[in-house]
C-alpha cells in the first residue's frame, strides 16, 4: 500500500490511484465551497469544536466539503464528533467513507468500535481502502474487545464482508502491534509464513514491536528471510531481553546476529549492530569491528555504538583508533562518546583535541563524553562559552545520575540563570528532582526570565519544578500557590497552558484552557489557503522543493498542499526566507531518521511559535517529510525523512511531503552533514 488518503482536487478526485471523476465546478460554485471550507480550516487550527458548524459541514452536498468536515473534527479531538461521524461510514462517496474511519480513529472513542465493527462485517460492503481504515481506527480505540475481533477474522471466527478480504486482514496483522497484552498473537504467528512478503513483514514487525515470547522460534527463521526489510525487522527485535524472556540462549543469538553485521543490505547491519549491543559482550567485539571501516558511514556509526555498549579492552582500542582517523564528523562524534562509557584514560586523552576546538559540535560531543566519567571536579563544560555545549553536557550528566547527587544538583542551580534557554530548561529539570523550597526563588525567577525565549521549554521546566515544590507538604504548597501562581499572569503560549492541564489543575483552573488557540489568521487567509492548496489542480496544490545538501546531492520532495495545508504553508514560508540554508541535519537515526530545521543545531531550536498538527492518511512506508515533535500541536521548523518503512509512525506525526527524487543518498546523509539551500 502506497497511500490510503483522498485527493481532492478541481475535477477530479482520486483515491489509491483509482480516479473518481467529479464535474469541474463553475467559478461560483467553487467559491462557495471555499466559503463552506474556510471555517472548518479555522476551526480546526484553533482547535475549537463548534457543534452547528460542523453538523453542517458534515452533511454538506459537497463530498469534498464533508470529507473535510470529517478529517477536522477528528484533528480537533473532541469526542462530541464521534455521533456526526459514525453516519459517513456509509456516505455514498468513498473519499468521505474513508476519512470518516481515519477521523474515528483519531478520536479513538470507545462507542465508536461496535459501529466500526459492523461496518467491517456488514452489509453493504465497505469498499476495501476504507476498511483498512476501519481496521487502523478499531486498532487505534484498542482493548480487549478489539484482540478479540482481531482473533475472530485472523482464526476464521469471524467474516469481513469486503469481496476482497485481504487488504483488511493484513492491515489487522500489522495494526495489531498497537494492543499490546491484548494482541491476537497466536493467530499472527502463521502469517509469518505466508508466501507473501507483504504479509510476512507485517507478521514479523508486529510480533518484534510486542517482543511476543511465542514468536520467537519464528523470529529466528524471519533472519533468513530472502526479503531484507524482513531481515532487518527480526534482527531489531532480538535484543538480549527478548532472547531471555523466549527462553533462547543469549550467546547463541548473539552468534547469529555476529553473522549479519556482514549482510549484503545495510539495513540489517544497522539493526543486527544495535540489537547486538543490548548484549553488552565483549567477546562479540571482534566480530563486528569489521564493520568499523563499512563503506556506509551510518553502519560505522551503528558500529561505533555497538561496539561502546560491549565494552572490554578492545572495544577500547578499536574506538580510540576511529576517534584518531579521518571519517566523517558524524562517525568520530559516536566513536568519541562510545569511548567514553568504555576507557576513561583513553578517552582523556581523544578528547582534548574535542575540547578545545573551535567547532561547538566538537565541544559538545566532549562535554556527553566527560558527563559518563567517574565523578569528580567541577565538569569543565559547565563554563564552556556554547550554551548548546553546556545543555549537551549537563543533560548527558543528568542521564548518567540517579537518584540525588549533590554535586548535579549544584550545577543545575548554577545554571538556573544562564542566558541560554536550553541550559535553563535541562538545569529546572535537574533541580525538580530535588523537590526542596529552598529553591522555589530561583525557579519563579527563572520561569518569570521565559517570557522571551522562542520555544517553551524552559517555562516547563521551571512549571515542573514548581509543582514538585508543592509536594513537600502543606507549607510549601501554600507559598507556592501564594507567592507564584496567585500573582503570575496567564501564559500566552497555549503548550504552557496545555502542560498545566495536565499536570497542574490549579494552575489551569487560575489561567484558562489550552483550547481553543488565538491563531492569528484572518478568515481571508483561511479562504486563501483553501484556495492555494484544496481546490487546485495538483500540480499547484502540490508544490516541489529542492533540498541541496553537500557532497551528499540533491533530494526533490512534493509536498501534501491538500493534506496538511497550514503544515504545507509554514514550511514554504520558511523556506522563502531561507531559514533552514546553512543548517546541518541535527539528528541522523541510522536506518530511521534524517532530521533538520533547527538553526541551532542542537534540538532545542525553532522559528519561535508552533503549528498544530494536521495528522493525515499518508503512511510511513516511504520516504516522507514529517514533522518533528516534543507532544501533540508543539510543531514548528524541525522535520525528518523517514529513511525506511516505519508504520509506528503513522497517524502520529504529520506528513507533509514525498520525495521523489534522490532517495539513494538519504542513507548516506549522515549527522552534521550540511544543507547548503533548500529552494522552491
Known amino acids: 500500500m502506497r497511500r490510503l488518503l483522498a485527493t481532492f482536487v478541481l475535477g477530479a478526485s482520486s483515491i489509491c490511484g483509482e480516479s473518481l471523476v467529479r464535474p469541474a465546478p463553475l467559478f461560483a460554485q467553487e467559491e462557495a465551497i471555499v466559503e463552506q471550507i474556510a471555517p472548518l480550516i479555522a476551526a480546526e487550527d484553533a482547535r475549537d469544536f463548534q457543534p452547528d458548524l460542523f453538523a453542517r459541514g458534515l452533511v454538506a452536498p459537497d463530498s469534498l466539503v464533508r470529507g473535510i468536515a470529517a478529517l477536522a473534527a477528528g484533528r480537533i479531538g473532541d469526542l462530541r464528533a464521534t455521533r456526526l461521524l459514525v453516519p459517513l461510514l456509509a456516505d455514498p462517496d468513498s ?20 459501529p466500526l465493527i459492523d461496518r467491517l462485517t456488514g452489509l453493504p460492503a465497505l469498499d476495501a481502502t476504507t476498511a483498512v481504515e476501519a481496521v487502523t481506527a478499531v486498532a487505534k480505540i484498542g482493548g480487549p474487545a478489539t484482540g478479540a475481533f482481531f482473533a475472530g477474522v485472523l482464526g476464521g471466527k469471524a467474516v469481513l464482508s469486503q469481496d476482497d478480504r485481504e487488504p483488511a486482514r493484513r492491515e489487522i496483522v500489522l495494526q495489531s502491534w ?21 504479509v510476512r513483514w507485517r507478521a514479523v514487525y508486529t510480533l518484534g514491536r510486542l517482543r511476543a515470547a511465542g514468536g520467537a522460534a519464528r523470529m529466528l527463521v524471519a533472519l533468513h528471510d530472502p526479503e531484507p526489510y524482513i531481515r532487518s525487522l527480526a534482527a531489531r527485535a532480538f535484543t538480549r531481553a527478548y532472547a531471555q524472556a523466549a527462553g533462547l540462549s543469549p550467546a547463541t543469538v548473539g552468534d547469529l546476529l555476529a553473522r549479519l553485521v556482514s549482510d549484503a543490505s545495510p539495513q540489517v547491519r544497522i539493526n543486527a549492530l544495535a540489537a547486538i549491543g543490548s548484549y553488552h559482550d565483549s567477546t562479540l567485539v571482534s566480530r563486528i569491528a569489521p564493520q568499523l571501516e563499512d563503506p556506509i558511514p551510518n553502519v560505522q556509526v551503528a558500529a561505533a555504538d555497538a561496539i561502546g555498549n560491549l565494552g572490554g579492552g578492545e572495544a577500547g582500542k578499536e574506538l580510540e583508533r576511529l576517534v584518531a582517523g579521518k571519517g566523517p564528523f558524524a562517525v568520530k562524534r559516536a566513536a568519541l562518546v562510545a569511548l567514553a562509557g568504555v576507557d576513561s584514560a583513553r578517552f582523556a586523552a581523544a578528547s582534548v583535541r574535542w575540547q578545545q576546538s573551535t567547532d561547538w559540535r566538537e565541544r559538545a560531543a566532549a562535554a556527553e563524553g ?23 553536557g549537563l543533560q548527558a550528566w543528568a542521564a548518567t545520575v540517579s537518584g540525588p547527587d549533590p554535586a548535579l544538583f549544584a550545577a543545575g542551580r548554577q545554571l538556573l540563570a544562564h542566558p541560554d534557554a536550553g541550559v535553563r530548561s535541562v538545569a529546572a529539570d535537574i533541580v525538580s528532582r530535588a523537590a526542596d523550597p529552598a529553591d522555589f526563588p530561583a525557579l519563579a525567577a527563572m520561569y518569570a526570565r521565559t517570557a522571551h525565549d522562542s520555544f517553551p521549554d524552559a517555562a516547563i521546566s521551571a512549571l515542573k ?216
Do not use: C
Request: charge should be positive; glycine fraction near 10%; avoid cysteine.
Open 178 to 198: 498497537r494492543l499490546g497484552r491484548d494482541a491476537p498473537v497466536a493467530e499472527i504467528l502463521p502469517f509469518m509464513d505466508d508466501t507473501n512478503p507483504a
Open 95 to 114: 473519499t468521505v467513507r474513508v476519512r470518516a474511519a481515519f477521523a474515528l480513529g483519531l478520536l479513538r472513542d470507545s462507542t465508536a468500535m461496535q
Open 370 to 392: 566527560a558527563a559518563a566519567q567517574p565523578p569528580g571536579p567541577k565538569p569543565w563544560f559547565l563554563a564552556d562559552r556554547d550554551g548548546r555545549v553546556v545543555a549537551a
Open 465 to 680: 519544578g514548581l509543582v514538585a515544590i508543592r509536594t513537600n507538604g502543606p507549607g510549601a504548597r501554600a507559598r507556592v500557590d501564594r507567592e507564584f501562581l496567585q500573582t503570575t499572569p496567564r501564559p500566552a503560549d497555549y503548550l504552557v497552558r496545555r502542560w498545566a492541564e495536565e499536570q497542574w489543575p490549579e494552575a489551569a483552573a487560575r489561567w484558562g484552557p489550552a483550547y481553543p488557540v488565538a491563531t492569528g489568521r484572518s478568515m481571508q487567509e483561511y479562504r486563501d489557503l483553501v484556495r492555494t492548496f484544496i481546490t487546485r489542480t495538483d500540480s499547484l496544490a502540490r508544490p516541489k522543493i529542492t533540498i541541496e545538501t553537500e557532497q551528499r546531492g540533491s533530494i526533490r520532495v512534493e509536498l501534501l498542499g491538500p493534506d496538511a495545508p497550514l503544515t504545507v504553508a509554514n514550511f514554504l514560508r520558511l523556506v522563502d526566507r531561507h531559514f533552514f540554508d546553512g543548517n546541518r541535519w541535527h539528528r541522523v537515526v541510522p536506518n530511521f531518521v534524517v532530521q533538520d530545521g533547527d538553526p541551532r543545531g542542537d534540538g532545542f531550536g525553532g522559528p519561535g511559535g508552533a503549528i498544530r498538527d494536521e495528522i493525515n492518511m499518508n503512511r510511513y512506508d516511504g520516504p516522507l517529510l514529517g514533522m518533528a515533535l516534543s507532544g501533540p500541536d508543539t510543531g514548528a521548523s524541525q522535520w525528518f525523512i523517514n529513511l525506511t518503512a516505519q508504520p509506528h509512525l503513522d497517524g502520529t506525526y504529520t506528513a507533509f511531503g514525498r520525495v521523489v527524487e534522490g532517495t539513494g543518498i538519504m542513507a548516506r546523509i549522515t549527522q552534521g552533514d550540511l544543507i547548503r539551500t533548500i529552494h522552491r
